[in-house]
């Protein structure tokens, strides 16, 4: 849900004025997108050694449709490749979670609880569930490690449960760009058919991204609302 300073930052008198600095046509796409976007699916990425992977997956979620993807950051400090995301950055809300202290999946995880996220790790060890088994009903969080050790131990521990894909071959696992394509079309698929209740984002929620697009889409935005804001009081 949005905050209280997000709701206060919404003015439609200057989406409309920033708007008539946007063509029709990039608008429109972004009616389209909006329209489809959904944060009742979400990714973790734990301390992944590869940005480019990483990356990866960002383009992966804004294919999908998802909002939101959360880095838990430990050894490694992630740095969006532009070249990977090929934009997509610019239209997801990445969050990161950083304590000196050694409680960043306590950060994480506390956080996406009190949104109504129920936390899977991915994990090929015997006893986890197979994604045949996963639902998309309620709110959903996956975690994925990396490259070489994959989930850590205490995400293990503390996630709601560990799931995994079949492998037919001798190899374990995917790519976590993979792995995450695989796990977001079959969730998205059952989510689309079960036509579950506020699965897209409410009208708050797509006017709050609409003025976050518009300031990014507009050359010097900030001097635009200036101008705006000094008419409007005069």
Not at 122 to 135: F, V
């Amino acid at each position: 849900m949005p905050s209280e300073k997000e709701k206060n930052d919404f003015d439609p008198g200057l989406l409309d004025y920033l708007g008539q600095y946007i063509t029709e046509h990039k608008k429109s796409v972004m009616e389209q997108v909006l329209s489809k976007r959904t944060r009742h699916l979400t990714v973790v990425l734990e301390d992944i050694f590869k940005p480019h992977n990483a990356s990866a997956v960002i383009r992966t979620c804004d294919c999908f449709g998802l909002q939101d993807i959360h880095v838990i950051e430990k050894t490694n400090k992630y740095k969006v490749n532009p070249y990977v995301t090929r934009g997509a950055s610019q239209w997801v809300d990445l969050h990161k979670y950083y304590r000196e202290d050694g409680t960043s999946v306590d950060a994480c995880f506390d956080s996406l609880r009190e949104k109504g996220y129920k936390i899977y790790g991915t994990s090929p060890e015997p006893g986890s569930m197979s994604i045949y088994d996963l639902q998309a009903d309620a709110k959903l969080a996956l975690v994925f490690g990396n490259e070489h050790e994959g989930i850590s131990e205490e995400v293990k521990s503390k996630a709601d449960g560990l799931v995994h894909i079949p492998m037919l071959g001798f190899t374990d696992s995917f790519n976590i760009s993979v792995s995450a394509s695989i796990f977001l079309f079959d969730l998205v698929r059952k989510a689309q058919k079960a036509e579950i209740e506020n699965f897209l984002l409410s009208e708050e929620e797509k006017n709050l991204l609409r003025m976050k697009w518009y300031r990014s889409l507009v050359k010097n935005s900030e001097i635009h609302e200036k101008v705006y804001l000094k008419n409007r009081i005069g």
